[in-house]
């Protein structure tokens, strides 16, 4: 049996034509579709900008927060800065980690370095914050560009050691690898030294009571190829309590904020 359709040969004309015409349609259509998609996906939501600050110094430890640079996140264009400071300590709140390709609105991490973390680790988070500001690229994307990056040298790892302290009250992250993208609410005050191209066998780590070594770059990257690595100490059950307690007022701006981050040591 001939399946094949016979059309006079002036009606063949057009209707390869038309067949033309809607091929190249539809692949006009595409890239306006997906450039909509990736516009709504990248998009965050602003922070109020005293809760913001509150947020990203708790970060520091108190006699570090006077003197420490402040970034905030402008959704549109990236970070900028708030204040500045004059111990070389900054920080800020991570709203999107490259390592793990995805957009989400619910991220929150603050973090602060020391004079060598900001000079080479920060520029990484202003250049993905300011790429999914653009609403140019994809999260895979971004990804893709921050391994190029390190690949090439234009992104390296500190200079010398030195140290990035968590000690906020509450988190909202991954709590694992690039490989587990589940997000939850945690209350984990930490300390972290730098520890570039090392894992957790170097240092013998202790996952569920420290130090061990984190390090995320090495699963997009390769085994000990990852700059960014650290060796994390979590902070005493005495002193994250105490944290917790200190902090009480800013945690309950934040629940008001949004109810995920509620932890069970409010008490609410």
Partial sequence: MNNSINLPNKNRKLFFLLVVLLMTS??????????????ADSKLEKIPVSL?????????????????TVYLLDPTKGYYMNKKGTNGFICFISRMEWEWGEFRNDYTMPISFDPAGAKAIFPVYQDVAAMRASGKFTARQIKNIVIGRIRKGIYTAPSRPGISYMLEPVMRGY????????????????YMFYAPYMNNTDIGGDLDNGPFVSNPDNTVL???????????????EVEAAKIVKDNSDLLKRLVAYKSYYKIKAMGM
């Avoid at 692949?27 to 997906?34: D, N, R, V």
């Avoid at 913001?52 to 420490?68: C, M, N, T, V």
């Avoid at 390769?222 to 005493?236: N, T």
């Fill in 222 to 236: 390769g085994d000990k190829k990852g700059p960014y690595g650290y060796i994390i100490m979590p902070a005493g």
């Fill in 175 to 190: 709590p694992g690898d690039p490989t587990n993208n589940k997000i939850m609410t945690m209350s984990m005050p930490h």
């Fill in 52 to 68: 913001e600050r509150d947020y990203a110094l708790s970060a520091l430890p108190p006699h570090l927060r006077k003197g420490a």
């Fill in 26 to 39: 539809q692949c006009l259509l595409l890239p306006i579709k997906g450039f909509g998609q990736k516009m």
